[in-house]
Structures are given as C-alpha cells and as structure tokens.
C-alpha cells in the first residue's frame, strides 16, 4: 500500500460478467486492493486479458462492481448521474489508440474543449485550451488550434488526448497503455511528459500496461495482476530487482536488459470462468513443475489452497 494518502481505492473490488445462453460467469476482477496516492504514479502489470483494463474502468466509474468498494478522497463512490460527472471531471482517462479517441472531423481545439462544454465550466475556453495543449507540450498551443487528427503525427495525437484531460484539471489520470501504439522514439517524451505533470501539477496516475520496462521508467510502486488478482505489488524497485511471485520473475525474464535465462510460460492464462482451486498461476507456475514447491513442501497448498497478498506477495513459497 502507499504510504501517501490515497486519493484513490478499490477494496476487495470484484467485477463478474454474466455468461450468455447459460454459461458460466467470468470473474475480470476478483477482490482486488488497490490505492493510489496523491501524486503517486502506479503501475498495473500484467498480460492481456488478466483484468487490467476492467479494473482501470471500474475505478473510473464505468463498470459498477458486482462487490467491493470504490474510494475517492475516503468517500464510496456514488453512481448515481450528477455524481459520476462530477467524479469523472476530476478522474480523467487516457487511451491507448489516439486515433480511435479523437474525432476525425473535429479540430483539436474542438476536441480540447469537449470536455469543459459537457462538464458546463466557465471562464475563458480559449485561454483554457491554450493551457492544457501547452502543458501537453504542444507550443505555439494556437498553431494547433485548426489541426485535425489526420495532420498530426501519433505522439502530437496522444498529448492531444493528454491536453483533453488536463483541460478539466483533474486530480487522477488513468492512463491505458498510454504509448503503446506510439514509436519506440516518441514513448520516451510521453512518458517524461507524465512525469512532469506529477512534478508541476501534482496529478495522480495509474499507467496501465503490460512492459514491465516503462514501469520501471515512470512508476512510483507497481502491482501484478494475473488473472483477475494482484500477485505482487510494492515500491517498484523493490519487485522489478527482487521479484518474489514465479509469474513477476517469469515477465522480468523476458526483457531485452534481463541477465536472467527467459523463463518461458507454457499454455495460456485459464479461462476467468473456470479459475483453477488452489493457486490460480499453479498450472504454469516454473516453481511447480521444476519441483522447487515440492521441495519446499508448499505442492499441494499450490494445487488446494489460494494464497492471500501477504507482505506484498501472494505466493505459497514466499
């Protein structure tokens, strides 16, 4: 947990689909504990399909939980209308693909003051737009004004969508894979720009992504999520250079700077509406099938019995 005030929480958040024609419900997030500091900068890792991006849009008020607890500022969240407008001005959300989030036949300055016409804020929109393309890093901000999508390059498209955000002020970003469409050259100053808004704004952010890489490059404290739970999470120094869970080891093994050998996971995550008993990485956990557990006498708590996120790891062996 951080040890800044959360501004933001989940507690024993679960979100379960229903199964269509009588098919089995699938459970996306399965009771997980999250908090996010002011300031703070979250990681949330995992592969696709491990619920990442269901919690993401539970936090943000999209998804009611089936249980469990939104917190904003330690209060519940409401659902009701008017609140989930006032929540959602102040916890804004950056998407992945720039060119699926803006309207192709709006200007960017059209699609820089969406925001603040839905959400009916005063003053002056011209001056409000010009900041927010400004601390998005794109200068001159009126050269931009007249632009569509189609004129810019993908990293002008993505500050474009991060300028839309700041536009209301908020105190939360939600940032889905916010560089993974983008040139491995222009991910590095949309991440050095998120960093300065933290510094100059003091703006919150949950980065959700699957590179274990830009976690260690942006991030305050990481989380681990497989299969609809958190695995491991602490201070990202601490779970990028001293791993604990097989499944963090196994994403850190992979990467180019890795000095480890690639620990290749077999199979596929289990289907969310047949999680396995016991441990639910077990049927692809190294540790398992090497005989490590076995030796550790932990095998069939592996096989039986769901280990709980205790000291930051939630793993049989640790």
């Known amino acids: 947990m ?8 989940a507690d024993e958040l679960r979100v379960v689909f229903p199964g269509r024609r009588g098919a089995p419900s699938a459970s996306a997030v399965d009771g997980v504990d999250l908090a996010i500091g002011a300031g703070e900068i979250v990681a949330l890792v995992g592969e696709s399909g491990c619920g990442k991006s269901t919690l993401a849009r539970a936090l ?11 917190s904003f500022d330690g209060r519940p969240l409401s659902y009701g209308t008017r609140a989930l407008k006032e929540y959602r001005r102040r916890v804004q959300l950056v998407l992945q693909d ?17 925001g603040l016409r839905i959400h009916g804020r005063g003053g002056d929109e011209r001056a409000a737009v ?3 393309l400004a601390q998005a890093g794109l200068r001159p901000p009126e050269r931009f004004f007249l632009r569509y999508p189609h004129e810019l390059s993908g990293g002008q498209r993505q500050r474009v969508v991060i300028a839309g955000a700041l536009v209301l002020r908020p105190e939360v970003i939600i940032a889905d894979e916010p560089v993974a469409s983008l040139d491995a050259s222009v ?6 720009l998120l960093l300065r808004l933290r510094e100059e704004l003091g703006v919150a952010a949950l980065v959700v992504t699957h590179d274990l890489g830009l976690a260690w490059n942006i991030a305050d404290r990481v989380a681990v999520m497989y299969l609809g739970r958190i695995v491991e999470s602490g201070p990202v120094e601490d779970v990028l250079t001293d791993a604990r869970h097989p499944y963090t080891r196994a994403l850190l093994s992979v990467l180019p700077e890795s000095a480890e050998p690639p620990a290749i996971l077999t199979g596929e995550p289990p289907d969310p509406s047949r999680i396995p008993p016991g441990c639910r990485f077990h049927i692809r956990c190294p540790s398992l099938t090497s005989g490590e557990a076995a030796g550790a006498g932990v095998a069939e708590r592996c096989r039986r019995e769901e280990p709980e996120l205790l000291r930051g790891v939630a793993c049989h062996l640790r």
């Open 2 to 9: 951080s040890t800044r005030p959360p501004v933001l929480s």
């Open 60 to 70: 943000l008020g999209l998804v009611e939980p089936t249980a469990g607890v939104v």
């Open 98 to 114: 720039p060119s699926g989030s803006l309207n192709p036949r709006h200007t960017v300055y059209e699609a820089v003051a969406e």
């Open 130 to 132: 010009a900041d927010a």
């Open 187 to 192: 991910r590095g100053e949309i991440l050095a």
